[in-house]
């Protein structure tokens, strides 16, 4: 009786050792109980799903793609409803009202002005086609500018001369 006590506190601490080390590579705006909680979710959610997908693969594996995913989703979320906000943002809301950047790169249901647009945004320099690729794919801006190498201030000056690009773009 006391060794399968002991053989189920082992379990549950590589468990949770299992969850905490996935939680820390899904590093994002969330404090470190939340990234915990929402960890748990995902790792329960897998434990309930496996059974689905049992023989595709070991149940580590199967629960680190799930815990990635969620946090993907999660991230992907706070992003999109971040953009506004936030200074860096092309989508983001000055006084006056004016607004330019992703929102030209939704659908708008003219296929012809989508493709007019990219061919524009691929005669741009790289450094501002790589942060429209960017804002297209919902990054955050922390993110734009770690990945390109982008100081804080290179990239307001690449946010100003891509506002500059698309009210020259909307003039033609």
Same mark, same amino acid.
Not at 28 to 53: H, K, V
Not at 108 to 113: A, C, E, I, R
Not at 123 to 135: A, I, K, Q, S, T
């Given at each position: ?15 949770? $050792?299992?969850? !905490? $080390? @996935? ?17 748990? @979710? ?6 309930? %799903?496996? %059974? ?10 199967? +629960?680190?793609?799930?815990? $990635?995913?969620?946090?993907? +989703? ?33 659908? %708008? ?16 320099? !790289? ?29 307001? @000056?690449?946010?100003?001369?891509? $506002?500059? %690009? ?7």
């Amino acid at each position: 009786m006391a060794s399968s006590q002991v053989k189920k506190d082992k379990d549950q601490i590589r468990i949770m $050792q299992f969850v !905490e $080390q @996935q939680v820390c590579k899904c590093k994002f705006y969330m404090d470190e109980d939340e990234r915990l909680s929402e960890g748990w @979710q995902a790792f329960l959610s897998a434990c309930n %799903s496996y %059974s689905q997908y049992e023989g595709c693969c070991e149940f580590e594996t199967y +629960a680190t793609f799930r815990i $990635q995913e969620h946090f993907d +989703a999660l991230r992907k979320k706070n992003n999109s409803e971040l953009a506004l906000f936030s200074p860096l943002s092309l989508n983001h809301k000055f006084p006056d009202g004016n607004e330019i950047g992703t929102y030209f790169l939704r659908c %708008s249901g003219d296929f012809t002005k989508g493709i007019d647009l990219w061919d524009f945004i691929g005669r741009l320099p !790289e450094n501002e086609r790589f942060v429209v690729r960017g804002l297209y794919y919902k990054n955050d801006p922390e993110e734009i500018m770690k990945a390109g190498r982008f100081s804080q201030k290179k990239y307001c @000056q690449t946010i100003m001369s891509l $506002q500059e %690009s698309f009210s020259h773009w909307l003039a033609l």
